[in-house]
């Protein structure tokens, strides 16, 4: 599976959540999750995370690698990630800047969106 349309399908399927239900789940309407499984429209990251704690689908979205591979242990392991994905658009920004800044701080290099340093 290498389209993003055919994973958000599975992993809504894994789940045996209908399209209206995932729609329900996520603030979007039966029409957004048609949207997204016909290729006519993408997910935003944040919907995508959504899927993936609602689901509980095992594989990845394509172009995706999980955040934490270094020496097995789990990144923000006492984040509680039902908060985050209900945070507004506001506050997820102001999350991201905040780490963002630590990250420089350390000197660690920061993907821009097109994943150039």
């Not at 959540?17 to 997204?36: A, M, P």
């Not at 609602?54 to 923000?76: D, N, R, S, V, W």
Request: hydrophobic letters at 30%; one cysteine or more; proline letters at 5%.
């Amino acid at each position: 599976m290498n389209e993003l349309k055919d994973w958000i399908r599975s992993a809504r399927t894994y789940a045996k959540l209908t399209q209206d239900r995932l729609g329900e789940y996520l603030g979007k309407s039966k029409g957004n999750i048609s949207q997204w499984e016909s290729g006519a429209h993408e997910p935003s990251y944040r919907d995508l995370i959504k899927i993936i704690h609602i689901t509980g689908y095992p594989e990845l979205p394509p172009g995706i690698t999980p955040p934490c591979q270094a020496k097995q242990t789990k990144c923000f392991s006492n984040v509680d990630w039902e908060k985050i994905i209900n945070l507004t658009e506001r506050d997820m920004i102001r999350l991201e800047t905040g780490l963002e800044l630590v990250a420089k701080d350390l000197n660690l290099d920061i993907l821009k969106e097109n994943n150039k340093v």
